[in-house]
């Protein structure tokens, strides 16, 4: 069983940074973090694989970071590095992970996922 346990997020004004971390435990392939503001649909934000590959959304790139720690059969972290904040960023941020390639896991529907924590960007 895979398990997803985030923590980080909060408030923070436009320009500022903030970091998000999940613990995974449980076998996985890709990892990621989807956000969903108010009104919106749930889209996806970053991904990493087991080769250390990225992809990012285009509105954060440059801005995001995605990076994770620890040994793939062990309990390991998930992060996602957030600078330049701005309003359009405020959002319920999920960490999640998939046992599949990120193309995948990019498509939303079979992932395991996290709580979700709240970002909040002020102007």
């Known amino acids: 069983q895979v398990q997803l346990v985030e923590s980080g997020g909060g408030s923070v004004q436009s320009g500022g940074s903030l970091r998000l971390s999940c613990t995974v435990s449980g076998p996985t392939y890709c990892l990621g973090w989807f956000r969903q503001a108010p009104g919106k649909e749930r889209e996806a934000v970053a991904t990493i694989d087991l080769n250390g590959r990225t992809t990012y959304a285009d509105d954060v790139k440059g801005r995001f970071t995605i990076s994770r720690t620890g040994a793939d059969n062990a309990k390991r972290t998930l992060y996602l590095q957030m600078n330049t904040l701005n309003p359009d960023d405020t959002a319920i941020y999920y960490c999640?992970?998939?046992?599949?390639?990120?193309?995948?896991?990019?498509?939303?529907?079979?992932?395991?996922w996290g709580q979700g924590t709240q970002v909040t960007v002020s102007s």
């Open positions: 999640t992970a998939a046992r599949a390639l990120c193309e995948i896991l990019l498509r939303g529907r079979d992932n395991f």
